[in-house]
């Protein structure tokens, strides 16, 4: 009977958002002018930013797999793993998980965790935090190949900037999240010196290789084969741009010039912008933010960055957003890389959903950090 009564309670709420929600903007747009802003920004996201996304994860996807066909992840791994225990308090087989998911997505984490040749190299505390770092670096190569490829210069050194921004704020998520659970568990600071201390364990990625048949054949199928999971992934992020992105489009632009909707694609109401306004001080001083509609992207970046990263070549185009921006985007992007709709599922899977929101949380200050932080590397690349 409670159930029932849930039930009917969210299936009001969810009425009443959408119906008032519709209301509200067509009282300002107009009923029709709205419907057919949506439809025409859906179709020209689709055309002009979903399949250029496409291509490049495509690309990205088929570069990945010959890396690690050929040994470029295994060496990639080998060299940072040294760093992962005195750098994130966590042993060196991580870097494994950072360098996955940095070529794929946060999901890619996963698969190492369910592998007891890996997790054997962690301690019962230390694999929560998996999912931290596995977000922080989710979807990076295709996003900073994104960036780059926008048609600005001194647009590479800002997103490479916008990368090490990233890099910090996985690195306090990673630590905050450590911290909760080291109490969790009842984990002394003794303890936590002594893993500390132990030598950097490493793992072999060497596993993701074929290794048969010719060079030339072992090319041919990992460029193939990655390219497949390239369009898999590109496919995936298709709901996220066109339903997310579409309305945050709406939120965050304003009417035509002379004030008159015509249902052309990407009209709006301006939301954004005014609340932006209002945090404007806030914001210009943590990221140097230019133009309160640049908070749209950290907004939609917690739910999908593949969606956030659609906003950028309109931003660019107005002159909303410059170098900067682009290295806070990058950053913020990665690190966030749409944790709110992956944390859930990802704690789940490792079989630890009491940490849920302790995840979100740390990452939350994580990703706010890495913005911070790629701001004011800039400032200081700037300067010399």
Same mark, same amino acid.
């Given at each position: 009977?409670?159930?029932?009564?849930?039930?009917?309670k969210?299936?009001?709420?969810?009425l009443?958002?959408?119906?008032?929600?519709?209301?509200?903007l067509?009282?300002v747009?107009?009923?029709?002018?709205l419907?057919?802003?949506? =439809?025409?920004?859906?179709?020209?996201?689709?055309?002009?930013?979903?399949?250029?996304i496409?291509?490049?994860s495509?690309?990205t996807?088929?570069?990945?797999?010959?890396m690690?066909?050929?040994?470029?992840?295994?060496?990639?791994?080998?060299?940072?793993s040294?760093?992962?225990?005195?750098?994130?308090?966590?042993?060196g087989?991580a870097?494994?998980?950072?360098?996955?998911?940095?070529?794929?997505?946060?999901?890619a984490?996963?698969?190492?965790a369910?592998?007891?040749?890996?997790?054997?190299?962690?301690?019962?505390?230390?694999?929560?935090?998996l999912?931290n770092?596995?977000?922080s670096?989710? =979807?990076?190569?295709?996003?900073v190949?994104?960036?780059?490829?926008?048609?600005?210069?001194g647009?590479?050194?800002a997103?490479l900037?916008?990368?090490?921004?990233?890099?910090?704020?996985?690195?306090?998520?990673?630590?905050?999240?450590?911290?909760?659970?080291?109490?969790y568990?009842?984990?002394?600071?003794?303890?936590a010196?002594?893993?500390?201390?132990?030598?950097?364990?490493?793992?072999?990625?060497?596993?993701m290789?074929?290794v048969?048949?010719?060079?030339?054949?072992?090319?041919?199928?990992?460029?193939?084969?990655?390219?497949?999971?390239?369009?898999?992934?590109?496919?995936?992020?298709?709901?996220?741009?066109?339903?997310?992105?579409?309305?945050? =489009?709406?939120?965050t632009?304003?009417?035509?010039?002379?004030?008159?909707?015509?249902?052309?694609?990407?009209?709006?109401?301006?939301?954004l912008?005014m609340?932006?306004?209002m945090?404007?001080?806030?914001?210009n001083?943590?990221?140097?933010?230019?133009?309160?509609?640049?908070i749209?992207?950290?907004?939609?970046s917690?739910g999908a960055?593949?969606?956030?990263?659609?906003?950028?070549p309109r931003m660019?185009?107005?002159?909303?957003?410059?170098?900067?921006?682009?290295?806070?985007?990058?950053?913020?992007?990665?690190?966030?890389?749409?944790?709110?709709?992956?944390?859930i599922?990802m704690?789940?899977?490792?079989?630890?959903?009491?940490?849920?929101k302790?995840?979100?949380?740390?990452?939350?200050?994580g990703?706010?950090?890495?913005?911070i932080?790629?701001?004011?590397?800039?400032?200081?690349?700037?300067?010399?």
């Amino acid at each position: 009977m409670n159930q029932k009564k849930a039930i009917d309670k969210e299936t009001y709420i969810v009425l009443f958002v959408v119906i008032g929600g519709f209301a509200a903007l067509g009282n300002v747009m107009g009923i029709g002018n709205l419907f057919n802003t949506i =439809m025409n920004t859906a179709h020209d996201l689709l055309l002009n930013t979903v399949f250029f996304i496409m291509a490049i994860s495509v690309v990205t996807g088929a570069l990945s797999q010959l890396m690690a066909e050929f040994g470029v992840i295994s060496l990639l791994n080998k060299l940072i793993s040294p760093l992962m225990r005195p750098i994130y308090g966590l042993p060196g087989a991580a870097s494994l998980g950072v360098v996955s998911t940095f070529v794929s997505d946060n999901p890619a984490i996963l698969s190492l965790a369910k592998n007891d040749g890996f997790t054997k190299y962690f301690k019962p505390y230390q694999i929560p935090a998996l999912c931290n770092l596995g977000t922080s670096f989710g =979807m990076g190569m295709i996003l900073v190949t994104y960036m780059m490829g926008l048609r600005q210069e001194g647009i590479i050194s800002a997103a490479l900037i916008g990368v090490l921004g990233a890099c910090i704020g996985s690195v306090v998520s990673v630590r905050l999240m450590l911290n909760k659970t080291k109490r969790y568990y009842n984990v002394s600071k003794e303890e936590a010196k002594f893993d500390h201390s132990r030598k950097a364990d490493k793992i072999d990625g060497d596993e993701m290789r074929t290794v048969h048949g010719s060079a030339m054949e072992r090319a041919l199928n990992a460029i193939l084969e990655g390219g497949k999971t390239g369009v898999q992934l590109g496919m995936d992020i298709i709901p996220g741009v066109l339903c997310i992105c579409t309305f945050v =489009m709406i939120l965050t632009f304003g009417a035509p010039a002379d004030g008159i909707y015509t249902g052309a694609a990407y009209e709006g109401v301006g939301l954004l912008p005014m609340l932006g306004d209002m945090i404007a001080p806030l914001t210009n001083v943590l990221f140097g933010f230019k133009d309160p509609s640049n908070i749209a992207f950290p907004i939609t970046s917690l739910g999908a960055t593949g969606a956030a990263m659609a906003l950028v070549p309109r931003m660019l185009e107005t002159g909303a957003a410059g170098l900067n921006e682009i290295a806070v985007f990058t950053a913020m992007g990665m690190c966030w890389s749409g944790y709110l709709s992956t944390h859930i599922s990802m704690m789940d899977a490792l079989d630890r959903r009491q940490f849920i929101k302790d995840a979100i949380v740390s990452h939350t200050f994580g990703g706010l950090c890495a913005g911070i932080a790629a701001h004011y590397i800039y400032l200081l690349f700037s300067l010399i």
